[in-house]
């Protein structure tokens, strides 16, 4: 049954840890409901741009957000990321960059870092690596390049084995890659997967598997580092 109608058109949306509100983003703007009421609790604007990711800190009541703009015509790519304290209404975190901007976002299990994928103009090569960044300074502390070149769009980071899953939609191969950040090794784990998501207690994979026009299937699978 539906329950509520919480917002029309967002973009991305995501559940807190203990799933009493629901965070969204729409345009330029952060919605968060408390739930069941469907109460809008908390509303945050950014710095203009359009934003597309949303992620809450684990064991902390706070949001990382990011996004970015494309002018086609003059083959530009502008972007923040930007981190809320969702109860205080407090920026905490206010980064921009003029020539790239944010495509995926995923907290470290214990809140401890945070992971994003880039957006840059057509042609780029840069889009082939994900960074890590400290939440309270800013600075980017390591960027993991794909060996195999894959672009990456999608992040999803195991709570678990400390496992990262990044996959890059590409016209007829959607490759799903993995990153054991204990490791530092890259493994290909599968041929296919549009989105990406784990289990709460990261042992498991949900890969939604299809192609642009349908999803044709939905696995799970249990992943072995070894």
Known sequence: NLVHTLAPLGRAAAWNGRGDRIAAVV???VKIWEIPSGKLAHEFKGNGGTLRQVAWRPGANQIAVGGYDI????????GELLVWDATKDELLLDLKWPDK?????????QGLSLAACWRFPRGSQDTRYFSLFDPVSGEETGRIENIWGDRLENLAWSKSNGVMAANAPALNKIPL????????KWIRALDNGVQVAWSPE??????????EKSVSLLELWTHDTQ
């Open 202 to 211: 990261g042992g498991r994979l949900f890969s939604v598997v299809g192609n």
């Open 71 to 78: 002018d086609s015509k003059q083959n530009t790519c502008s």
């Open 177 to 184: 890659d993995l990153f054991d950040m204990n490791t530092k």
């Open 101 to 109: 901007g944010i495509g995926a976002l995923a907290w470290h299990p």
């Open 27 to 29: 345009g330029n703007v």
